[in-house]
């Protein structure tokens, strides 16, 4: 089924203890793209300045990932820069330039808008909901956000919540949402809103899934080599959506979900063993089943 995802497309500086990487492709949409075309059809929409390398834009054609929805406009695509702590887990930034994406309004292509399923990714919630009025039909969706719309559009970010399916966003952003004293019951405040499916993320102590009242836990799949973090919540999220769409069907059980986070935590846990797309370009379908092979015996 027809997936559609929203969101930013960046060049990035990244250092890490393992390296430096200057102007890597990235974003919320390009990662999210990267993982979710193993598993299914995906279309992109989103913002580059002329600057953007072409070979990057080569790469999502070769992919087969729809770009009709890539809008390049004249300027400096958006940049951020940042530099990871020893423990690969706190990180600093060094500097954000929104150039292009300071004026970003998605359009969708009129084929967009009939989507089965739309991602919406880390944007400013007015964005997000000015994507869910675009919508001709009734897709699942799924949306990520971040502390930032919290503390500046909060209310936008509840109302954009109300109309999704399915948030992903990590444990601490839940408690700062909600102000419940603990994850369990910020999770039913947030499916009070509407989404009944809340995925928790937990960094280096794996994920949670809540579907209505169904609750599993996922560790992270342990990788090779941690290189680059940068990117690895786009790209769970992506294979994620991208294992639900390949499904083929609306018709989602829980057992769907429960095989869905074991998806995505596989494509993240390839993701981080390179600086920026380097290992979701290169990975095989081979090499994919291999590891959840490997990942599903772990969890038993």
């Given at each position: 089924?027809?997936?559609?995802?929203?969101?930013s497309?960046?060049?990035?500086?990244?250092?890490?203890?393992?390296?430096?990487?200057?102007?890597?492709?990235?974003?919320?949409?390009?990662?999210?793209?990267?993982?979710?075309i193993?598993?299914?059809?995906?279309?992109?929409?989103?913002v580059?300045?002329?600057?953007?390398?072409?070979?990057a834009?080569?790469?999502?054609?070769?992919?087969?990932?729809?770009?009709?929805?890539?809008?390049?406009k004249?300027?400096?695509?958006?940049?951020?820069?940042?530099?990871?702590?020893?423990?690969?887990?706190?990180?600093?930034?060094?500097?954000?330039?929104?150039?292009?994406?300071?004026?970003?309004?998605?359009?969708?292509?009129?084929?967009?808008?009939?989507?089965?399923?739309?991602?919406?990714?880390?944007?400013?919630?007015?964005?997000?909901?000015?994507?869910?009025?675009?919508?001709?039909?009734?897709?699942?969706?799924?949306?990520?956000?971040?502390n930032?719309?919290?503390?500046?559009?909060?209310?936008?970010?509840?109302?954009?919540?109300?109309?999704?399916?399915?948030?992903?966003?990590?444990?601490?952003?839940?408690?700062?949402?909600?102000?419940?004293?603990?994850?369990?019951?910020?999770?039913?405040l947030?499916?009070?809103?509407?989404?009944?499916?809340?995925?928790?993320?937990?960094?280096?102590?794996?994920?949670?899934?809540?579907?209505?009242?169904?609750?599993?836990?996922?560790?992270?799949?342990?990788?090779?080599?941690l290189?680059?973090p940068?990117?690895?919540?786009?790209?769970?999220?992506?294979?994620?959506m991208?294992?639900?769409?390949?499904?083929?069907?609306?018709?989602?059980k829980?057992?769907?979900?429960?095989?869905?986070?074991?998806?995505?935590?596989?494509?993240?846990?390839?993701?981080?063993?390179?600086?920026?797309?380097?290992?979701?370009?290169?990975?095989t379908?081979?090499?994919?089943?291999?590891?959840?092979?490997?990942?599903?015996?772990?969890?038993?």
């Amino acid at each position: 089924m027809s997936l559609v995802v929203v969101g930013s497309i960046a060049l990035d500086t990244v250092i890490t203890p393992k390296g430096r990487r200057d102007d890597a492709v990235g974003g919320s949409a390009t990662f999210f793209s990267l993982a979710a075309i193993h598993f299914s059809p995906v279309s992109l929409v989103g913002v580059v300045g002329n600057d953007f390398p072409q070979r990057a834009i080569n790469g999502f054609r070769e992919r087969n990932i729809d770009i009709e929805g890539l809008e390049v406009k004249e300027g400096k695509t958006f940049r951020w820069g940042g530099e990871y702590k020893q423990n690969m887990k706190n990180r600093d930034t060094i500097f954000t330039e929104l150039n292009v994406f300071k004026e970003f309004s998605p359009v969708l292509p009129a084929k967009y808008k009939k989507t089965d399923f739309l991602f919406l990714g880390n944007i400013h919630p007015e964005l997000q909901i000015q994507v869910l009025d675009q919508m001709e039909e009734k897709p699942i969706v799924g949306l990520d956000s971040m502390n930032l719309w919290i503390n500046v559009s909060k209310d936008k970010l509840i109302e954009a919540m109300s109309r999704v399916d399915i948030v992903i966003i990590n444990d601490e952003e839940i408690i700062q949402l909600t102000e419940a004293e603990c994850l369990s019951d910020g999770v039913k405040l947030i499916q009070d809103m509407g989404p009944k499916t809340v995925i928790a993320k937990k960094g280096k102590y794996g994920a949670e899934l809540f579907h209505h009242d169904q609750h599993a836990v996922y560790p992270i799949c342990p990788e090779d080599q941690l290189v680059d973090p940068t990117g690895a919540g786009d790209t769970f999220a992506g294979g994620f959506m991208g294992y639900l769409a390949g499904k083929n069907t609306k018709d989602l059980k829980f057992s769907d979900y429960q095989e869905a986070m074991i998806h995505g935590t596989v494509m993240a846990s390839f993701l981080v063993e390179s600086f920026s797309t380097d290992k979701l370009e290169s990975i095989t379908k081979d090499e994919i089943d291999s590891r959840l092979h490997v990942f599903c015996e772990l969890i038993g």
